[in-house]
């Protein structure tokens, strides 16, 4: 019997490179025109963030030249191997590891926001990851407590509204995961704060800053990205509407092989392009 993964590999190899050509087309300047269709509610909430956002640039970075690194970064640095002419890096997650926060954040796919009364979801289509953004008044770990908590992929995370911002604390984080595409460090020490911003009822600011003296010598402040809320025609298919509607979980799988993931989403992306 042949597996999920094996029947919809020929369709998510042709997904793949449509992808490839749509982005050297600059897609998102064509999703330009659909998201900004969309009717304005002058009497939205800014504090309600509900709904399925994607960035408005491709941009896996924190979008800003990092400061120098201090003799620790450039040592953790050390045998990270990032994509260049049409060689392929060593990335964890090419290796069915997880992004990771903040990389799975700046990726190129949707994500949703989900209000609670104690805390807000933020959901990612790819890897199918939830981050628990808690709002119940608890500390950030610190001390001995997080010494204790340990490293996690995407980190322990708090938040609280400062006027009309939403200001989130993550730490905690594990190094392993790089920062961004070119093999950046953070290290467990590090706090990295995140600001969301709703500006009007169908566009969110978003910043970055992590603060890193063991790795960095001054914080990094991350340039302002501006996510769009996604039209529901371009989250449905096949009548199924939603974040996890497309027709590819972008999930590596061991039990999906390895090999065929990398051949099917990793090689495909990083073929060097047609001169």
């Excluded at 594990?174 to 969301?196: C, M, Q, V, Y």
């Excluded at 996510?227 to 009548?239: E, Q, S, V």
């Amino acid at each position: 019997m042949r597996t999920r993964f094996s029947t919809l590999m020929p369709v998510l190899m042709s997904v793949v490179l449509l992808l490839q050509v749509a982005n050297a087309q600059d897609d998102k300047e064509k999703f330009k025109a659909r998201y900004e269709a969309l009717p304005s509610d002058a009497s939205f909430d800014r504090h309600d963030l509900s709904g399925i956002w994607t960035q408005t640039k491709l941009d896996h970075s924190l979008g800003t030249p990092n400061p120098p690194l201090t003799p620790a970064g450039v040592a953790a640095m050390a045998g990270r191997i990032v994509d260049r002419g049409g060689v392929t890096g060593n990335a964890p997650w090419y290796a069915c590891n997880p992004m990771g926060f903040p990389r799975l954040m700046n990726d190129d796919e949707p994500m949703e926001f989900i209000m609670t009364k104690d805390k807000i979801l933020q959901v990612f289509q790819w890897e199918h990851r939830i981050r628990y953004l808690w709002t119940d008044g608890r500390d950030l770990p610190s001390g001995e407590n997080l010494e204790n908590l340990g490293p996690a992929w995407y980190g322990h995370s708090v938040a609280k509204w400062e006027g009309n911002k939403l200001v989130v604390n993550t730490v905690g984080l594990e190094e392993r995961a790089w920062l961004d595409n070119a093999g950046h460090p953070k290290s467990f020490h590090a706090r990295i704060e995140e600001t969301w911003e709703r500006v009007d009822s169908n566009t969110l600011e978003n910043q970055l800053t992590l603060y890193d003296p063991e790795y960095y010598t001054a914080p990094y402040v991350g340039s302002k990205k501006i996510y769009k809320r996604m039209p529901l025609d371009a989250i449905t298919y096949f009548g199924w509407s939603g974040l996890f509607a497309g027709i590819s979980e972008g999930i590596c799988a061991p039990m999906n092989e390895v090999e065929g993931y990398n051949k099917g989403f990793r090689d495909l992306g990083t073929k060097p392009k047609d001169k």
